[in-house]
């Protein structure tokens, strides 16, 4: 056997044209995968965000439910009667036949309107609840 024979040294008998081709594929497809796990990462990511924001929303959604579970077990009064829309009056009159009839006509107005309900102590109040999309709007602009 001949150690030196040109068939034990593979890299002698390639040519140079399909080195270059070979090389120039190799590195096409090793760019294509770098761009595909950048891709994937892109992806994972956005997943990664969707998720927080699912699990923002159900966070939400229980705090909701709590509330009006809350609110529920509380007895609540009877809701007050819309107050009774004010009569509305004719055009006005004459200045000389209201200076005559003005004290009856302005009691009687006085009288047809019934005070606006004051809040009950004790009662339900505003709610504010916090809401998970606007949590970090307005902190920085101060």
């Known amino acids: 056997m001949a150690s030196d024979s040109k068939n034990d040294r593979p890299g002698e008998h390639v040519p140079a044209a399909y080195a270059e081709k070979?090389?120039?594929?190799?590195?096409r497809l090793h760019d294509e995968l770098v761009e595909e796990k950048e891709r994937r990462i892109d992806l994972y990511r956005r997943l990664m965000d969707?998720?927080?924001?699912?699990?923002?929303?159900?966070?939400?959604?229980?705090?909701l439910e709590a509330e009006a579970s809350r609110q529920a077990s509380v007895p609540r009064l009877p809701a007050p009667e819309a107050p009774a829309s004010p009569r509305r009056l004719e055009a006005p009159a004459p200045?000389?036949?209201?200076?005559?009839?003005?004290?009856?006509?302005?009691?009687?107005?006085?009288?047809?309107?019934?005070?606006?309900p004051?809040?009950?102590?004790?009662?339900?109040a505003p709610t504010v609840a916090w809401i998970p999309?606007?949590?970090g709007?307005?902190?920085g602009a101060r």
């Open 133 to 135: 999309a606007n949590a």
């Open 95 to 116: 200045v000389r036949a209201l200076a005559d009839e003005a004290p009856a006509e302005v009691a009687e107005a006085a009288d047809s309107r019934e005070p606006e």
């Open 137 to 139: 709007r307005g902190r």
């Open 22 to 27: 070979a090389m120039s594929s190799l590195l």
């Open 118 to 124: 004051a809040p009950v102590p004790g009662g339900p």
């Open 50 to 63: 969707r998720e927080q924001q699912l699990a923002e929303l159900r966070a939400y959604v229980q705090l």
